[in-house]
Nanobody, 119 residues
Framework: QVQLVESGGGLVQAGGSLRLSCAAS????????MGWYRQAPGKQRELVAV???????NYADSVKGRFTISRDYTKNTVSLQMNSLKPEDTAVYYC?????????????WGQGTQVTVSS
């Protein structure tokens, strides 16, 4: 079991920046994925960005060029730098950890952190 603790959410004006961080503890494996999902009110949870243990990244089209995911393998942390934020980025952001054999959307989840972007 992996425990995830997120930090860094908050309120920001459109065009601003925020940085989310997530610290993982517990059974961390050498082949895995860490990532960020978000869920806006009335909408399904969606993938924002993911990074593999090998450093490969994948982003939702809506955040490409604005968000950057990074990972510190020695500290078991993953961060999401969010620039040029838009009101439509408003959501609860969840950190996710999954072993490589699990499909996307499964694994361990953090408690979520609110990001609100005002227009």
């Amino acid at each position: 079991q992996v425990q995830l603790v997120e930090s860094g959410g908050g309120l920001v004006q459109a065009g601003g920046s925020l940085r989310l961080s997530c610290a993982a503890s517990g059974m961390i494996f050498s082949t895995d994925f860490m990532g960020w999902y978000r869920q806006a009110p009335g909408k399904q949870r969606e993938l924002v960005a993911v990074i593999s243990s090998g450093g490969s990244t994948n982003y939702a089209d809506s955040v490409k060029g604005r968000f950057t995911i990074s990972r510190d393998y020695t500290k078991n942390t993953v961060s999401l730098q969010m620039n040029s934020l838009k009101p439509e980025d408003t959501a609860v952001y969840y950190c996710n950890y999954r072993r490589a054999f699990l499909p996307a959307g499964e694994g361990s989840w953090g408690q979520g952190t609110q990001v609100t972007v005002s227009s």
